[in-house]
């Protein structure tokens, strides 16, 4: 099977503006987590999908949203970016919430 | 919440001696402890995991073992090689559909 895929791989962004990232999950897999991970903080949980309801959410500002389609294919939208958003963003899939699969990451940069 | 905590930040061996990451866990609902590997620029990787009927698991050099009692569990890594240089991420879930906590991560670094 093919792995967990994210689109794009690297994006610079403004302050103020607004980014789309994309995940597709590994396939028959319904769950799609989405991480912010920046250097000394790890890992930190942004949000839980599966089959397109959100189930879990960690402790973000709503600036930080997602969906997720029938396909299973999910996205991550950030509005008014700060320069604090800088980050690698990783999803990761699972078949129903169970181990993980991460994607190689979209690496953001807000200048 | 789950709240886990790994220890130590940064690690250096050399090659062949062994290496120990610990983390612990506040919630004792968690029931699933998943270990992940990734290296510089990387995704993380899967390499080993436990779940809480288990009180020890092995997969070659590597080991995980827990404590439900204690709340904590460790990674071990036998006969270190170069390419064991990694970050390493402790994690912790309840049942499937409950979200995974991570620990801050271990800077691995073998030394030849």
């Known amino acids: 099977k093919a792995g967990v895929t994210q689109t794009p791989r690297y994006l610079i962004k403004t302050r103020g503006q607004q980014v789309t990232l994309s995940c597709s999950p590994i396939s028959g897999h319904r769950s799609v987590s989405w991480y912010q991970q920046t250097p000394g903080q790890g890992l930190q949980f942004l949000f839980e999908?599966?089959?397109?309801?959100?189930?879990n959410k960690g402790n973000f500002p709503g600036r930080f949203s997602g969906r997720q389609f029938s396909n299973s294919r999910s996205e991550m939208n950030v509005s008014t970016l700060e320069l604090g958003d800088s980050a690698l963003y990783l999803c990761?899939?699972?078949?129903?919430?169970?181990?993980?699969?991460f994607g190689p990451g979209t690496r953001l940069t807000v200048l | 919440g789950e709240n886990v905590e790994q220890h130590p930040s940064t690690l250096s061996v050399q090659e062949g001696d062994s290496a120990v990451i610990k983390c612990t866990y506040s919630d004792s609902a968690s029931n699933y402890f998943p270990w992940y590997k990734q290296e510089l620029g990387k995704r993380p990787q899967l390499i080993i995991d436990i779940r809480s009927n288990v009180g020890e698991k092995k997969d070659q050099r590597i080991a995980v073992t827990l404590n439900k009692t204690a709340k904590h569990f460790s990674l071990h890594i036998t006969e270190t090689q170069p390419e064991d240089s990694a970050v390493y991420f402790c994690?912790?879930?309840?049942?499937?559909?409950?979200?995974?906590?991570f620990g801050t991560g271990t800077s691995l670094t073998v030394i030849p």
């Open positions: 999908y599966f089959s397109e309801t959100q189930r």
């Open positions: 994690a912790a879930s309840g049942d499937t559909g409950n979200q995974f906590y």
């Open positions: 990761a899939s699972s078949y129903k919430g169970d181990t993980q699969y």
